[in-house]
């Protein structure tokens, strides 16, 4: 438990998050700030940042290489200073498969400053099942790879 914030406050601030991301476009990460700590860092399967820039820079590649990108929570857990949603993504990509829309399930553990902003903000999810296994080329390969692997 952070001893700097209270559960109160930690809700509120975690709400305030899944709000965002629920409602995220290109014009709300001028917002971005307003969450994550100046030094906040961001680690996801490809991505591991420090700072509020380094972090909106991942968001607008995302909305330049993805139709719709959408953020849906569907659980959160909050433990005093952490917290812990559960959500999907939701997106159809760019040069891909566009008409096809695609889903990616996830979580992302948050830990919170005692301003309530996220100071640091990992998501977990298995860019093998949920992304590489849907792109053309290498989709064959990792679906064959995961075959050999199970037996």
Same mark, same amino acid.
Request: hydrophobic content about 40%.
């Given at each position: 438990? @952070?001893?700097? %914030? &209270?559960?109160?406050?930690?809700?509120?601030?975690?709400?305030?998050?899944?709000?965002? +991301?629920?409602?995220? @476009?290109?014009? &709300?990460?001028?917002? %971005?700030?307003?969450? +994550?700590?100046?030094?906040?860092?961001f680690k996801d399967p490809f991505n591991e940042v420090h700072g509020v820039p380094a972090?909106?820079? %991942? !968001? $607008?590649?995302? !909305?330049? @290489?993805?139709?719709?990108?959408?953020?849906?929570?569907?659980?959160?857990?909050?433990?005093?200073?952490?917290?812990?949603?559960?959500? $999907?993504?939701?997106? =159809? !990509?760019?040069?891909?498969?566009?008409?096809?829309?695609?889903?990616?399930?996830?979580? &992302?553990?948050?830990?919170?400053?005692?301003?309530? =902003?996220?100071?640091?903000? =990992?998501?977990?999810?298995?860019?093998? $099942? $949920?992304?590489?296994?849907?792109?053309?080329? %290498?989709?064959?390969?990792?679906?064959?790879?995961?075959?050999?692997? @199970?037996?």
């Open positions: 438990m @952070n001893p700097g %914030i &209270s559960q109160d406050a930690a809700r509120a601030a975690v709400d305030r998050v899944c709000t965002f +991301y629920e409602g995220l @476009n290109p014009q &709300s990460l001028a917002d %971005i700030g307003a969450l +994550y700590a100046p030094q906040a860092r972090i909106t820079r %991942i !968001f $607008e590649h995302m !909305f330049d @290489n993805l139709h719709e990108p959408r953020f849906v929570v569907t659980r959160r857990l909050v433990d005093g200073g952490q917290a812990f949603l559960v959500w $999907e993504f939701r997106f =159809r !990509f760019k040069r891909f498969h566009p008409d096809a829309p695609q889903v990616i399930h996830g979580g &992302s553990h948050l830990v919170l400053a005692p301003d309530g =902003r996220v100071c640091d903000h =990992r998501d977990y999810w298995d860019a093998a $099942e $949920e992304l590489y296994e849907k792109l053309p080329a %290498i989709g064959a390969l990792m679906r064959w790879l995961r075959r050999r692997v @199970n037996g």
